[in-house]
């Protein structure tokens, strides 16, 4: 299964990994065919770490979203260069909408990190790496009760499944 999200700084194209993480997959999935993710931004930065997504519009207005999903972050997948995993609270089992893409290998947050159960990945870029890399290196700043916000806002401006899997 493969999202493409067009951004304000260019495409990138998530392929899906359904046999590790399906309930995941489906989850994110049903965002994408919702439209939820369209108009959103990536509201948190981090250049050596992350950029994370889906959920907050251009105002710093946070989406409401759907049930939790269960974590399914023991399933062999890695938080390595160019993976996307579900983000989340301290509750193991929160995961819902926000997820981010890491620009680094961050294997701390791997099952079982550091709390037991870690962060699920469940996909891999396979086009758009550049434009990830990109946007971690944008300028942030604080807004709205948040740190590492872009001054100026990344916007996924759609993201839709490739023809075969919507």
């Known amino acids: 299964m493969q999202v493409t999200l067009a951004t304000s700084q260019g495409e990138i194209v998530l392929t899906l990994d359904t046999q590790a993480a399906p309930e995941t997959c489906a989850n994110f999935a049903q965002y994408v065919r919702d439209g939820f993710y369209d108009d959103t931004i990536f509201h948190r930065v981090i250049s050596n770490f992350m950029i994370q997504g889906g959920g907050f519009t251009t105002d710093m207005t946070q989406k409401s979203t759907r049930a ?33 893409i890491n620009v680094q290998d961050n294997s701390f947050l791997d099952y079982p990190g550091q709390d037991g159960w870690g962060y699920c990945v469940f996909g891999q870029v396979t086009a758009g790496l550049d434009v990830v890399q990109a946007i971690a290196q944008v300028a942030t700043t604080r807004q709205a009760g948040h740190a590492d916000v872009p001054v100026d806002p990344v916007i996924i401006q759609q993201a839709s499944l490739s023809a075969d899997d919507a």
Not at 71 to 99: V, Y
Request: hydrophobic share 35%.
């Open 68 to 100: 939790t999903v269960q974590n399914e972050a023991k399933n062999g997948l890695k938080n390595k260069l160019g993976s996307i995993a579900m983000a989340r609270t301290n509750e193991p089992h929160s995961a819902s909408s926000q997820f981010f």
